[in-house]
């Protein structure tokens, strides 16, 4: 059955090590859904979140090979965590001859930042979770959406509460 | 000093002895320190591919590591086989590359290619050295991934500039400085204890062993293992060497052109215990209905071999040595006699046998003519097709590290290099190479190395006019349509033998095998042989590709 993981890969921040891991991808045949990559705390170190889909088998395959890269410091398989995971998205939204308030009210309950307005569009930042971005994306379709991007999933795990 | 001069030094550090390799433009400051070099023995090739292959097989018949040198461009694309071949057979090499200097990267300059980003796919690792003071750390690096763990080529590429450019002095690391790398040797007790359990309750059960066990030096372990549970063992062709042929509990190769004892024996066994090998579809046949009633517990140092092909029941992370100590002490003896008896009855009744329809020598008589004349000290590699499956089959191996075959990747064109660097690993033993006609004459241009070293190794062309494994296809397969496979008649083997100053028998009459072959074993140079077989002789039995490893072909089923 196909199954969706979001993955948590440090690597050593070494050039070419991106190109690493999209060439396992692509040489695997594994199918990769997002992939963020940024600095952390650590400038040596670099994060990459992978949501990536597979059956069983193929999940455990690609974390396995992850962990076999020689730049691969940690993989952590966040299906096995408590964590927490965020999306952004821009989204350049249609609003010529458009209701503004029935839009305004959208992008009000899912919390959306206008960043830039013309006469003829606007563009709207959400972040959230993947399903939130969704619901999103289709409330504002009928306005008609011009361009979208979106950062891919990242996320960290959250730390062990204290036990009172 | 000199990147050139620091990059030998730290070679040295790592116990290089040999380099097989060939010049080119940014080369030109190391191949002037490679002049007055004195520990370092170096070979020049006559084609790079040559090269990565004299590499493979210093290693594989030495357990070290292998150590190859190519110009940027083209010289680096030439070695791309080479380290695919010892990738998928897990062999250690070191492949060292030049490239344009740091300043010419990207710009399409002359002879650049990306050889990092190409080899990417085929390497344990790879390295672009951006700094001549990094040489040494990258090298130690390099031996350290290459030797370790699961074993694999890393390449080095050296720009220009980074080989010429000056460092004040040379120190060498003592240690690797890998912080994600950390192969794990020693198993989970847990699950030594789980397979003990299991393996204690089988009433068939099989060892089933690759190349890992070479890899891990496991031999003596292996046998004792074997012994103590009673287990028949079957290996792939990667694998073999490492239980003698007349062992008892020996079943030979599996798989598509492994015996019909060893594929019924997995087929009907209760429990598969895989050590060092990898489930290859070549051994495997049809997943769906490979070995339908086993447990499967699965030793290998690498963790993504496990459960890729077929889910297991206990995987075993670890070197296959410490494994089975830790297995040998913690399990008690064990018997299968009516098992044994079993697996006796399919010996006696499915022997491995041949015959010869067609005119010409039978191949198999002459490989096993070789086995019985070459000692079992011999190193003997083969190239690619029926003359492979033929040595694999009737060669009687008793001792590890003597075949070296290319199994993953299936490379013509392996054996005769891999000879040489053999040879050159081991100069007083007898190096054979058993090759088709096909395979020799994609590397043939490297017996101009091996009559410029000095290098005496032996070349028994099966010579049967076609590209025989692929025609044997076509007359099972595809109605004998015998598709571009004819190459009889293409060319004098002897006058290419004698052209490059090498000795050159042919041989087509039965009486003459045994007399040539004694001949060319006494003569101290290279000698090649053109041994006239039956043309249209198939490699038997034969499980057809994607098939179930019980239905085997055999050809009196076809006749
Ligand atoms: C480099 C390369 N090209 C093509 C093949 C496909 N192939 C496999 S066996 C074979 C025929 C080999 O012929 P020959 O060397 O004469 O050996 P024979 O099978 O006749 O013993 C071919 C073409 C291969 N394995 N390697």
């Not at chain 2, 080899?119 to 344990?124: Q, Y």
Request: with cysteine; aromatic share 8%; net charge neutral.
């Amino acid at each position: 059955m196909e199954k969706k993981k979001t993955i948590s890969v440090m690597v050593e921040n070494h050039p070419g090590v991106l190109a690493r891991i999209a060439g396992l991808f692509s040489s695997r045949n594994f199918n990769i859904e997002s992939l963020a990559v940024g600095e952390t705390e650590d400038p040596a170190t670099s994060r990459m979140t992978i949501v990536a889909t597979g059956d069983e088998l193929v999940l455990e395959q690609i974390i396995k090979q992850l962990n076999k890269l020689i730049d691969t410091l940690k993989v952590i398989d966040m299906s096995k965590e408590d964590y927490v995971e965020r999306e952004l998205a821009l989204i350049k939204i249609n609003t010529e001859d458009k209701n503004l308030t029935h839009l305004m009210h959208i992008i009000h309950i899912f919390k959306g930042k206008v960043l830039d307005t013309a006469t003829d569009s606007l563009i709207v930042e959400i972040t959230g979770n993947d399903d939130r971005i969704n619901s999103f994306t289709q409330l504002v379709q009928t306005f008609g959406i011009k361009e979208m991007v979106r950062t891919g999933i990242v996320a960290l795990t959250r730390s062990k509460k204290q036990k009172e | 000093m000199r990147g050139a001069k620091i990059l030998l030094e730290s070679l040295k550090k790592e116990g290089v002895d040999t380099i097989f390799g060939y010049p080119g433009g940014v080369l030109l400051s190391l191949f002037d320190e490679i002049y007055n070099e004195k520990e370092i023995k170096f070979y020049l090739v006559r084609h790079e591919q040559g090269a990565s292959h004299m590499a493979d097989g210093y290693a594989r018949s030495t357990g070290k590591v292998g150590v190859c040198l190519a110009t940027s461009g083209p010289g680096a694309t030439n070695l791309v086989t080479g380290i695919a071949t010892a990738y998928m057979d897990s062999i250690p090499i070191v492949a060292l590359t030049g490239q344009v200097a740091t300043s010419h990267i990207g710009n399409d300059a002359f002879q650049e290619v990306d050889i990092t980003g190409i080899t990417r796919p085929i390497v344990k690792h790879n390295y672009l050295v951006r700094n001549s003071k990094d040489i040494p750390q990258i090298v130690k690096n390099a031996f350290h991934i290459a030797s370790t763990g699961r074993p694999g080529p890393v390449l080095i590429d050296l720009p220009k500039d980074i080989l010429a450019g000056e460092v004040e002095s040379f120190v060498y690391p003592e240690t690797p400085n890998l912080l994600g790398y950390k192969p794990k040797y020693e198993p989970n007790k847990m699950q030594i204890k789980k397979a003990v359990e299991l393996i204690e309750k089988a009433k068939k059960p099989i060892v089933y062993i690759g190349g890992g066990v070479i890899a891990s030096s496991a031999y003596e372990e292996l046998l004792k293992f074997i012994e103590k549970i009673e287990a028949p063992v079957t290996t792939t062709l990667l694998g073999i060497g490492v239980v003698p042929y007349n062992h008892p509990l020996y079943l030979g190769m599996l798989g598509m052109h492994g015996t019909k004892y060893a594929n019924y024996a997995i087929q009907e066994s209760d429990l598969i215990i895989a050590i060092g090998a990898r489930f290859d579809d070549r051994v495997t046949g049809d997943v769906k209905t490979f070995a339908p009633h086993a447990d499967i517990i699965h030793i290998d140092i690498d963790p993504t071999s496990i459960s890729k092909i077929i889910r297991v029941d206990i995987p075993i992370v670890g070197d296959a040595k410490n494994v089975l100590k830790d297995l040998l002490s913690e399990i008690k003896e064990k018997r299968h006699p009516e098992w044994i008896e079993r697996i006796m009855q399919w010996k006696k009744q499915h022997p491995l046998t041949f015959s010869c329809a067609g005119e010409g020598l039978k191949p198999q008589m002459i490989v096993e003519k070789i086995s019985e004349l070459a000692g079992p000290d011999a190193i003997i590699s083969t190239e690619v097709g029926q003359n492979q499956m033929w040595t694999a089959q009737f060669y009687k191996f008793t001792k590890p590290r003597k075949f070296l075959s290319s199994g993953g990747l299936g490379t013509m064109g392996y054996g005769f290099p891999a000879a040489i660097g053999a040879q050159v690993a081991n100069p007083d033993k007898l190096v054979i190479d058993i090759a088709g006609d096909g395979s020799i004459q994609m590397n043939i241009q490297e017996l101009a190395t091996a009559v410029k070293y000095n290098l005496p190794v032996k070349v028994a062309i099966l010579n049967n006019g076609w590209l025989g494994m692929v025609r044997q296809w076509q007359e099972l397969f595809f109605g004998k349509r015998y598709s571009y496979t004819d190459i009889s008649g293409s060319v004098d083997f002897v006058k290419i033998a004698e052209a490059y100053g090498a000795a050159g028998f042919k041989v087509e009459k039965e009486q003459n095998v045994e007399k040539v072959l004694k001949e060319a074993f006494n003569i101290k140079k290279p000698v090649l042989i053109d041994f006239h077989i039956c043309g249209e002789e198939n490699v038997w039995p034969m499980v057809p590709a994607g098939g179930s490893l019980h239905n085997m072909l055999e050809e009196t089923e076809l006749a």
